[in-house]
């Protein structure tokens, strides 16, 4: 099935994890990669719901296609599990955090030690628990899985080991190295693996041109993945 027939799942943005009423766990992801592959794929697919964490509310202002906010990692595993069909593509271009506090505190935490000790416990990684549900669920073994992740240095040893770990289909890589690449800016550095063995570097673009060039990789892979799949 062919993207134009497809429904495309994209998240992006940070996820929070409160420690108190006042202070959480985040980080610098502002949304603005998700939403440029929501908005690239929005020009060649069906229909697209665009996941996000808490981002600036102009980054969502007049989007043609449905968004859901979410705020907790486990917030953002459920909305994407609410949202799987077959022959669907997962784009998971968000940022969750990959812990939380083992137990927020009902009232804000009062500075009085020289140390504050916090524990905390390892979030749901939602690719590899989507990518456990395509391997159960044979109606899902067409669906394709796109991961993001954030490296500045040996981009392509982790990117193959986070490729085969989480099972994916395609991976793409932001170098954060630099200042113009990856969180907070319009500019990004991406490199672009499958598991098919294709590579593909992309220069610096903006967040926009780059989208596009990942939206085109997906249709081939996608194309790739039938054609194995045909008896």
Excluded: Q
Aim: proline fraction near 5%; hydrophobic fraction near 40%; aromatic fraction near 4%.
């Amino acid at each position: 099935m062919p993207l134009r027939d497809r429904k495309v799942i994209v998240t992006g943005g940070p996820t929070v994890e409160p420690l108190d009423p006042v202070r959480f766990i985040s980080n610098r992801s502002t949304g603005k990669m998700g939403k440029a592959i929501a908005d690239a794929a929005h020009l060649k697919a069906r229909e697209i719901v665009f996941i996000h964490g808490p981002v600036h509310e102009s980054l969502l202002e007049n989007v043609p296609y449905r968004t859901v906010g979410i705020e907790s990692t486990v917030e953002m595993l459920d909305a994407v599990i609410s949202e799987l069909r077959p022959d669907c593509v997962l784009i998971m271009a968000a940022a969750p955090a990959d812990y939380r506090p083992v137990k927020k505190s009902s009232v804000k935490i009062k500075k009085s030690e020289e140390e504050l000790i916090l524990r905390l416990v390892k979030n749901p990684d939602i690719l590899m628990t989507v990518a456990e549900i395509r391997r159960k669920n044979s109606a899902l073994r067409n669906m394709f899985l796109v991961g993001f992740a954030a490296e500045t240095d040996n981009i392509e040893n982790y990117a193959l080991g986070k490729l085969a770990e989480k099972d994916l289909d395609v991976i793409c890589v932001n170098d954060v190295g630099r200042h113009d690449a990856g969180f907070g800016v319009d500019t990004n550095i991406v490199t672009i693996f499958s598991r098919w063995g294709d590579r593909l570097e992309l220069p610096l673009l903006s967040k926009k041109d780059t989208a596009s060039r990942i939206i085109d990789c997906v249709e081939e892979g996608i194309m790739k993945k039938t054609d194995k799949l045909l008896p």
